[in-house]
């Protein structure tokens, strides 16, 4: 079972940019896909964005034209490019495969936290 390694994270003002990377080795070979979740404090996660083992990307509606997801097959990690950031993107980010049962059966990396200050 593969934990991902989750990494970037920092505190910008609004506007600010950061780029989070998730890291989970067999990711590639095992063709999963990667989705990026988000929790604010005293808040419920939700999915920020996903790839998927074809390269397709989706994002939630309030991050569209923000956010962009990558990867880089070769090291196993999927990137979160965040612009524009605003204080309501405050939260810690976390990473999970998706996909196949080998993909599906990975636990949550521990996380990053963005912190952005008006």
């Known amino acids: 079972r593969v934990q991902p390694v989750e990494s970037g994270g920092g505190s910008v003002q609004a506007g600010g940019s950061l780029t989070l990377s998730c890291t989970a080795p067999?990711?590639?070979?095992?063709?999963?896909?990667m989705a990026w979740h988000r929790q604010a404090a005293g808040k419920q996660r939700e999915w920020v964005s996903s790839i998927s083992s074809l390269g397709f990307t989706s994002y939630t509606d309030s991050v569209k034209g923000r956010f962009t997801i990558s990867k880089d097959k070769a090291k196993d990690t999927v990137y979160l490019q965040m612009n524009s950031l605003k204080p309501e993107d405050t939260a810690m980010y976390s990473c999970?495969?998706?996909?196949?049962?080998?993909?599906?059966?990975?636990?949550w990396g521990q996380g990053t936290q963005v912190t952005v200050s008006s």
């Open positions: 067999g990711f590639t070979y095992n063709t999963c896909g």
């Open positions: 999970k495969t998706n996909g196949n049962s080998w993909c599906l059966d990975n636990s």
